[in-house]
Structures are given as C-alpha cells and as structure tokens.
C-alpha cells in the first residue's frame, strides 16, 4: 500500500488485540534480563520475549469491529410476530402497551382491586382493568382507605394481557387533587 501508515502498539496491548495471554511477570520484562535485581531469585526467569509487531490500522480495526455488538432496534412486544401477540377483543390492550397520564379511580372487586378509567368521549373509553400488586397499588389502596370520598388518580403503567384480559402494572400514580365546587 502506498499510503498505509503503520502503527506501533506496546506489546501487551497488541496481544491482548491478538487474543493471546499474558503471563504475569512478563508484561514489564524489557530490559530486565541484562540487570540482575534483588528478588531475581524468587521470579522465575521470562521465557523467550515476545516480539513487537507493526500493525496496520486496518488489522486494528478489523480486531475491534469482529466483536462489535450488533444494533437492533426496540420493538414492543406486540410487533415480534408472536402468534396471538395481538388480542382479537377490539377492547383489549396488547401486552407491553403503555398507558401514559390516564385519570381514574379505584375499587375493589373480591380480591382484585381495579381502575376505572375516566373519559371525557364514550367511544374512547376503555374498560376497567384488574391492578397488579406493587408498592404504588398499596401506597394508593392506603390514601383511598384513609378517605371515605372517592378518589382520582392520575397512573401510567404497563398493560400486561392474560387469558383475554388485561391487568395494569402500575409504574406512577399520583392522587389527583380536588377543586371543590369547581370539581367537575
């Protein structure tokens, strides 16, 4: 190559690129056989000092780029191409769906506790879901036990589908607060 420029590169380096391994003891040997040291006794001799090769920049890059990670893009979970990812009900949510800064309430039903969502338009509203437990769901049930009105929330969390129904995993929920008589 005409213009190819060659790069020295410290001998451990250069076989750590390579792949080979390095003996302790050996990394800081330049040098040392010709001066005898105190603890000359305890290290056992090197063995044949490796050399230092030139590489070129185009072997160093070609070594990095062969272990590169591969950049794939996120996708939900719905798009992988699973079968039955997406739910046949029009009024279910697919698993991994993200609801973002949805108003509603809570109450229990058996053992459940579920969300009643709020909305302002019949044809979006949507159906009331089953809460997971996790600590916001406690926080939450303890601030609506604490009162005997009825309390807003204002939640985001994951939408998680089992068996045709939905359950929502809360990840923020906020007490709404109440305006009063301006409460609508």
């Known amino acids: 190559m005409a213009g190819s420029r060659t790069v020295l590169i410290p001998t451990a380096v250069a076989m750590l690129i390579c792949g080979a391994t390095i003996v302790p003891g050996q990394e800081n040997q330049e040098g040392s056989a010709d001066k ?16 230092s090769r030139q590489y070129t920049p185009e072997e160093i890059i070609e070594a990095f780029e062969k272990d590169r990670p591969v950049n794939r893009p996120v996708t939900r979970r719905s798009d992988t191409g699973i079968s039955g990812a997406v ?37 979006l509203e949507m159906p009331p879901v089953r809460l997971l437990p996790n600590q916001q769901l406690e926080r939450i049930v303890r601030e ?41």
Request: glycine share 6%; proline share 7%.
């Open 144 to 184: 609506q036990k604490a009162t005997s009105e009825q309390l807003q929330f204002v939640v985001s969390g994951e939408m998680t589908l089992y068996n045709n129904s939905n359950y929502l995993l809360l990840r923020k929920a906020l007490r709404r607060q109440g305006f009063g008589n301006l409460q609508d």
């Open 87 to 123: 739910p046949p009900d029009r009024n279910l949510r697919p698993d991994g769906d993200y609801v973002r800064d949805m108003t509603g309430r809570i109450s229990q039903d058996g053992e459940w506790w579920v969300f009643h969502f709020r909305s302002d338009s019949t044809s």
């Open 36 to 51: 005898p040291s105190a603890s000359s006794e305890s290290v056992p001799p090197a063995k044949a000092k490796p050399e």
